[in-house]
Structure formats: structure tokens, C-alpha cells
């Protein structure tokens, strides 16, 4: 099934550097998610972008939704040791039905090692 | 206030045997979806019920088979088990009563089946 490219794979940090990934996909969403994910756990929803150009803060925490609506990034600022896990970018696009639509399509993730 | 429960946590199968995993939704939610985690891989949609119906099924062939209960808990059949199987199965929960399109997914911490 199709996936979003997210990069970087993986990246180690120290203790209180900042952080920056991203997402790009070749078709348009309408809503870019991204989800924090630790082992044994399911994803946790971080930040939920829904138009295109949207800045949003979640604490040390802020995500962009890009203009083109096809790319978006993550940006963690003066990051822990509490922040380790992988990080999951997903899009949504609106349904044709009314409903909602529930099938989001998830990058294949960043793995973030902090180093205290 | 539970949030999503799947069961079993672990499940160990043979190839061409059956499986059936089991979800119950956040308290409130009437939506429930599956996704398949590979190993290293992002989430994959397999399908979404509502209202003990199934709205929409991502790209997995008809092996893969579930069922939503009146209570709004929900069942995955996979059928045939094949060696590729093997993922973390992941069950989300919703709400479709407000449908603002802003619906947000929370997951389970997954089953995990082997398959040998």
C-alpha cells in the first residue's frame, strides 16, 4: 500500500538540541497528522494540521501543514530524554461519502534516540 | 475512563490457520478501524465498521474479514494465514455521531501475531 516518505530514518541527539523531520507525498491531503509511537504502545496523536499553511504548537512541540498540501514537518525543540520514540507522520484526505473518512495513510517513521 | 483494549496482547499461529482479534472501543466511541504495523513500516487501513457495518477497506485481500457488535466492539478474522502476516494488529477507535471530519483516531497497543 502507498506510504508517505518521511525522512530522516533515524536520527540521535543530545539532550536539549532541537529536532526537525518531514513528510512529502506525491498526492494532496487534506489533513496531516502526526503521531508519537514507543514500544509496546500503539500511536499517540500529537498534533492534527487541517489547512493548508496551518502553524500549531503542542508545547515543545509544532508541526506545519504545507502550502501545496502535499508535504508537512515536526519540529521538536529542546528535546528530553522522554522524547525517544518513533515518530509517525499520517495523511487524511476529506471522504465522498459524508462520513468521515478513517483511512489515514502513515509514513514509514523516525526513530529518535536522545542521549542525556 | 478505558481508553482502546485489544486482546490477546500476543498471539502465535502456523501458517493456513485462522485468527480472531478482538477490540474494544474508548467509552463513547461507535467507530472502530484496523490497521496492520510490519515490522520497521508505518500503519496500514485494513477496514472500518460503523453501525456493524463495514464503510470502507483498505488494499487486503478478502482473508481479512471483521465484525462490529452492538456494544460497538469489534472482531479482525484473518482466515489462510500466511508467513507475511505476521504485523501488529491495531484497532482505533472514534466517534461518527459528530461528524465534523476532524475526527480523531485514538489506537490500542496492539496485537501481536506470529505467525510460523
Known amino acids: 500500500g502507498q506510504q508517505l516518505n518521511q525522512s530522516p530514518q533515524s536520527m540521535f541527539i543530545q539532550e536539549g538540541e532541537d529536532v526537525s523531520m518531514n513528510c512529502t507525498s506525491s498526492?494532496?491531503?487534506?489533513?496531516w497528522l502526526w503521531y508519537k509511537q514507543e514500544p509496546g504502545e500503539g500511536p499517540v496523536l500529537l498534533i492534527a494540521?487541517?489547512?493548508?499553511?496551518e502553524l500549531t504548537s503542542n508545547g515543545r512541540l509544532t508541526a506545519q501543514f504545507g502550502i501545496t498540501r502535499k508535504d508537512s514537518f515536526l519540529n521538536i525543540s529542546a528535546s528530553i530524554p522522554s522524547d525517544v520514540g518513533i515518530y509517525f507522520c499520517?495523511?487524511?484526505?476529506?471522504?465522498?461519502?459524508?462520513?468521515?473518512?478513517?483511512?489515514?495513510?502513515f509514513g514509514k517513521g523516525t526513530l529518535l534516540t536522545v542521549n542525556p | 475512563d478505558a481508553g482502546v483494549t485489544q486482546s490477546p496482547t500476543h498471539l502465535i499461529k502456523t501458517r493456513g490457520q485462522q485468527v480472531t482479534l478482538r477490540c474494544s472501543p474508548k467509552?463513547?466511541?461507535?467507530?472502530v478501524s484496523w490497521y496492520q504495523q510490519a515490522l520497521g513500516q508505518g500503519p496500514q487501513f485494513i477496514f472500518q465498521?460503523?453501525?456493524?457495518?463495514?464503510?470502507q477497506r483498505g488494499n487486503f485481500p478478502d482473508r481479512f474479514s471483521g465484525h462490529q457488535f452492538p456494544n460497538y466492539s469489534s472482531e479482525l478474522n484473518v482466515n489462510a494465514l500466511l508467513l507475511g502476516d505476521s504485523a501488529l494488529y491495531l484497532c482505533?477507535?472514534?466517534?461518527?455521531?459528530?461528524?465534523?471530519?476532524?475526527?480523531?483516531?485514538?489506537f490500542g497497543s496492539g496485537t501481536q501475531l506470529s505467525v510460523l
Open positions: 498526492s494532496i491531503f487534506n489533513t
Open positions: 482505533a477507535s472514534s466517534s461518527e455521531k459528530v461528524r465534523t471530519g476532524r475526527e480523531k483516531l485514538f
Open positions: 494540521l487541517y489547512k493548508a499553511g
Open positions: 467509552s463513547g466511541h461507535d467507530t
Open positions: 499520517a495523511g487524511r484526505r476529506d471522504s465522498n461519502s459524508g462520513g468521515s473518512n478513517y483511512k489515514l495513510t
Open positions: 465498521y460503523y453501525e456493524e457495518e463495514e464503510r
